[in-house]
């Protein structure tokens, strides 16, 4: 039988890596979608005619259009209440993510339940915990929104979810996140992304501005499995963005 520490630490990190680009840096802006003054442009405003493509440019812009697109590196640095299936009791945990294109790295420290480490160099990963292996951050989540436009990749229309606009995007090896934006600001408010037999969705409810980049800064995650379902409560206390990080952080060890 699995390990069931083993087990929910894969979930956990697997969360963790479907958020890694999502927070690069602290300044102001509203929790809820709310718009407060900002430094990014008004995102071309969404209707009822509006098209997946119009959608996801919309998005883009309002993530902070060529200044996300063109983020060089990103350390996150945050605190987590982590719940097991049919538990009301969290789990206190720290995490510290870095990535650098597809390099991530990944340290969380939820002592005594677990201690992780995952690296991925571009190439080869590797994991303190033998057979949890991660893709790379760049396929799942938002950092294929700054992508939607390029050769390879498609977009396509989903249902609205109340108040929500949908749209998916998908790469050409089939990699897929399906996204839902505010109407009024065109922010990313919920993103589901599969991945390993599994859904895994992220809603995020309190963004920052900084340098020109939105950033959800408060964020959940949630994930049904057969013996129930996992949740997790992510909030961001520290990011470095666009600095140089040495390929020694990425080594496999």
Partial sequence: MEDPVKRYATTIVLLLISSAAMAQGPEAAK?????????????????????????????????GGDKFKHLKSMMLIGSADLYPPNSAQSIPGKFVIVTAGDKVRIEIDAR?????KQVYDGQQSYSSMPGVQLPPASKFGLPVLAKFDQSGYTVSALPDKKKLRGF???????????????????????????????????????FKEVEGVLVPFSFSQRLEVPQGAFFAEYRVKEVKLNQPIGDDVFVLQ
């Fill in 168 to 206: 998916r995007i998908v790469d050409s090896e089939g990699n897929t996140t399906d996204f839902y934006v505010d109407l009024a600001t065109a922010r990313v408010m919920q993103y589901l992304t599969p991945y390993n037999g599994h859904t895994f969705g992220t809603e995020n409810s309190k």
């Fill in 31 to 63: 929790s809820n979608g709310a718009a407060t003054a900002s430094a990014i442009p008004a995102p071309p405003a969404i209707t009822a005619n509006s098209t997946p493509i119009e959608l996801a440019r919309a998005a883009l812009a309002a993530q």
């Fill in 112 to 116: 005594p339940m677990f201690n992780f």
